[in-house]
Structures are given as structure tokens and as C-alpha cells.
């Protein structure tokens, strides 16, 4: 038998991130959740709990490009690790308390996020090429 594959798994809003082909991570999307008029107690209360448990829980990676500022490839993008199950569990939680703000999440999956440039235990940061995310 082969090797399992590996899916690995992005939660994304619907804004591009400026000159970029991809999207806007959920961690970036807390501010248009706050701005939100019609911002429910309960999910900007939800979003903070889990802004701060990510805090706790989740090292910031340390490089997000190979290339530098001049660009040799994009910025990285961070993708979740199957086994970081507790992380996409609350992923789950905080896809539920933004899209009760106002903003649409989607969650993609992909086996090749690309050259990966940083990991860690629960996430890799790999330069997409020319794919779009």
C-alpha cells in the first residue's frame, strides 16, 4: 500500500488579501466582525474567547515567505495539519460566531498546499505557487 494522503485544511473569508490571489485568513477577519451593525453579544463574546484561546494554543509561525520582500514565490499560507483536530474543531467554532457577524467562511481542503516553508506540530506555511486559495 501507498502512503495515506494528507488532506490539510483552510478556513477562509470571502475578501482577497490586497495584490493577492488569496483570500483573507479567519484570524484577519475579526475587525470586520466587530465593525459588523448587527454583531449578535454572544458571537463577539464566542470570538474573543476564541481569539485568545488560539493565543494560547497556537504558535504565530515564524516565516510566511522564502522569497523576501522583492518576492521569490507568494506569502505563504497557513494550513492546518489533519492531526490538529482540537484546532478544527474550534475553527468550526469561530466559522459559526463570524458567519452570525456577517462574514462568509469557507473551508477548503487540499493534499498539496505547496512548498511548505514552516511547520509545527498543527500547521504548515507553504507557498502556494500558482495555485489560488
Known sequence: MG?????????VCYRRVESQKQRLGLFQAF???????????????QIGELS???QDNLT????????????RGQPGLSW?????TEHIKQMHQLKLALEACGVHVDI???RDPGHVIWQDEHQVVAEPGARKF
Not at 66 to 71: E, H, V
Open 3 to 11: 502512503k495515506p494522503q494528507r488532506t490539510f485544511i483552510r478556513f
Open 31 to 45: 475587525d470586520e466582525a466587530r465593525d459588523c451593525d448587527f454583531a449578535p453579544s454572544w458571537a463577539l463574546k
Open 52 to 54: 485568545d484561546w488560539f
Open 60 to 71: 504565530v509561525p515564524s516565516k510566511f515567505s522564502r522569497g523576501g520582500w522583492k518576492g
Open 80 to 84: 492546518f495539519k489533519p492531526v490538529a
Open 108 to 110: 477548503l481542503t487540499t
